[in-house]
């Protein structure tokens, strides 16, 4: 259980570490772990990266694993990545300032050493998105890969399925009371096998067959169908009764 912002009346959360595979339209959760006392964000990268069989792309990860520690960590194990700037001095500041896409250097500094750091810089215009105009500087540490700052800004787009996943879980999760960590995180698991069930079903039966890309018509069998499938095969499993007998 961890401590953080405060959302529906708490600031405590049991939490996860998730690691998703993006391939193209298929998006499948792999492995998940709890996160627990004493254990560094690397020993979880380390876990992760070894139950990964095939070639890394690229790992692309949220701003929690912004540190000197995991970049270090990362170049070491030649481990291609990308990871989100957090605009934290007035060199980050400055560097990420501009209007034309581009790439710069940074070099990150803690009592344990430095790290140097390449840094994508991809320029949008917001378009009065969120009442918002003029341009953004979306910034992420890169290595081992050299791509158009557009298309790394793009890649890391696709990391937000694990966002989209969650909240998927959370519709199919089972509630508790319970504070049995074994039993929420057995949970946990069982509402990712839930979305992987749906991911897999949709791969083999409603891909659109045609030449070029392949295409799935997600609208055909939404997750609320499945889940609502679901439900009622366990009812009928169950034999739930649906009828009470009255006197009037």
């Known amino acids: ?24 339209d298929e998006r499948v959760t792999i492995s998940v772990l709890p996160v627990k006392k004493g254990k560094s964000k690397t020993d979880y990268l380390k876990y992760s990266i070894d ?19 995991v970049f270090s ?18 060199r ?12 710069d250097t940074y070099t990150m500094n803690n009592t344990k050493g430095k790290v140097e750091l390449d840094i994508a810089i991809d320029v949008k215009y917001r378009k009065r998105k969120r009442g ?12 081992g890969i050299d791509w158009d700052p557009r298309k790394v800004s793009d890649t890391y787009r696709k990391r937000f399925a694990i966002e989209s996943s969650y909240r998927m879980r959370n519709v199919v999760k089972p509630k508790t009371c319970s504070k049995d960590p074994m039993l929420r995180y057995f949970y946990a698991l069982i509402s990712f096998l839930f979305k992987n069930a749906w991911v897999s079903i949709q ?7 045609k030449r070029g890309p392949k ?7 939404r997750f609320d169908m499945f889940v609502h499938l679901i439900v009622e095969w366990v009812r009928g499993k169950l034999k739930v009764r649906l009828t009470v007998k009255c006197f009037r």
Not at 1 to 24: E, H, P, V
Not at 73 to 90: D, R, S
Not at 93 to 98: A, E, F, Q, S, V
Request: aromatic share 12%; hydrophobic share 35%.
């Open 132 to 143: 918002k105009n003029g341009s953004e500087n979306l910034g992420f540490v890169v290595y």
């Open 203 to 209: 791969r083999m039966h409603f891909m659109k067959v």
């Open 92 to 103: 980050l500041k400055n560097i990420l300032d501009g209007t034309k896409k581009r790439y």
């Open 51 to 69: 139950q990964i069989k095939l070639k890394i792309n690229v790992l692309c990860l949220d701003r929690e694993f912004y540190s000197r520690e």
């Open 1 to 24: 259980m961890i401590r953080g912002q405060a959302n529906k009346s708490t600031n405590s959360f049991y939490s996860y570490i998730s690691l998703c595979i993006i391939d193209k």
């Open 73 to 90: 960590f990362l170049q070491e194990n030649e481990v291609p990545h990308i990871v989100p700037v957090v605009k934290m001095g007035k």
């Open 215 to 221: 295409t799935i018509e997600s609208d055909m069998f």
